[in-house]
């Protein structure tokens, strides 16, 4: 049986030093590094040619910052993974990126082991969030969003479906979905599955976006 292909990452990194570092050790963990940029827009360029399975984000960037070179490459290319490297969790740019598509994070200085995981996270489509960060995420659109508006095919949703979208908006992760509403958590996967589909979303954090906004938390 054949080895299953190399994970490919573009890094997106304005520091060339640490940039290469970490070319070296993701090379070293099996990955496939099949490019590096030192600007945002450099970044999105390439990311939209090489279509990589996950892009390792910086957030300072020059010519374009991370959470908008973020936007950028999730509205052209969806099926491209962002990962985003951060100094602080509790930055404006991080949530910014996180509203914007990317699928989780890590504070820069991580030990190598971390950033391995998380790469593998999500390119497996995963997300790689905390629950504080994903607190700060909702209270920021429950701030800044207009009340009565309701996204597309949150009127689609069963009950049983607004349930786990209220406990995923809670950030509760599928045990804890399924000890809740005591059901399997294979029961919990179809769900969240479904909760995605119908609101045409590709992530927890965006289905709880808009749980927000039409008034379900």
Same mark, same amino acid.
């Given at each position: ?38 600007? #945002? ?21 020059? #010519? ?15 099926? !491209? ?17 996180? =509203? ?17 995981r998380g790469v593998r996270a999500?390119?497996a489509g995963e997300l790689l969030? #905390?629950?504080? !960060?994903?607190?700060?995420? =909702? ?8 009340? #009565? ?51 045409? !979303? ?14 379900? !938390?």
């Amino acid at each position: 049986m054949s080895a299953a292909p190399a994970i490919r990452v573009l890094l997106v990194e304005d520091h060339e030093l640490y940039r290469q570092g970490l070319d070296e050790m993701l090379r070293g963990e099996g990955f496939a590094v099949v490019g590096q940029a030192g600007r #945002g827009d450099d970044g999105v360029a390439l990311a939209l040619r090489a279509r990589p399975d996950v892009v390792v984000m910086d957030l300072n960037l020059p #010519g374009l910052p991370g959470a908008e070179a973020t936007r950028r490459i999730v509205a052209e290319a969806p099926e !491209v993974r962002v990962l985003v490297l951060t100094i602080s969790t509790g930055s404006v740019e991080l949530l910014d990126a996180l =509203l914007a598509g990317a699928r989780g994070y890590l504070v820069k200085g991580a030990p190598l082991a971390d950033l391995a995981r998380g790469v593998r996270a999500v390119a497996a489509g995963e997300l790689l969030l #905390g629950r504080t !960060v994903a607190d700060e995420v =909702l209270d920021r659109v429950r701030r800044g969003s207009p009340g #009565g508006a309701r996204p597309p095919g949150i009127g689609d949703l069963s009950e049983r479906e607004r349930d786990v979208l209220r406990l995923m908006a809670a950030g509760r992760d599928n045990t804890e979905i399924a000890g809740e509403l005591q059901v399997g958590l294979t029961t919990v996967k179809h769900h969240v599955s479904n909760v995605l589909d119908k609101l045409g !979303v590709e992530n927890r954090i965006q289905a709880a976006v808009a749980a927000v906004r039409d008034g379900l !938390v």
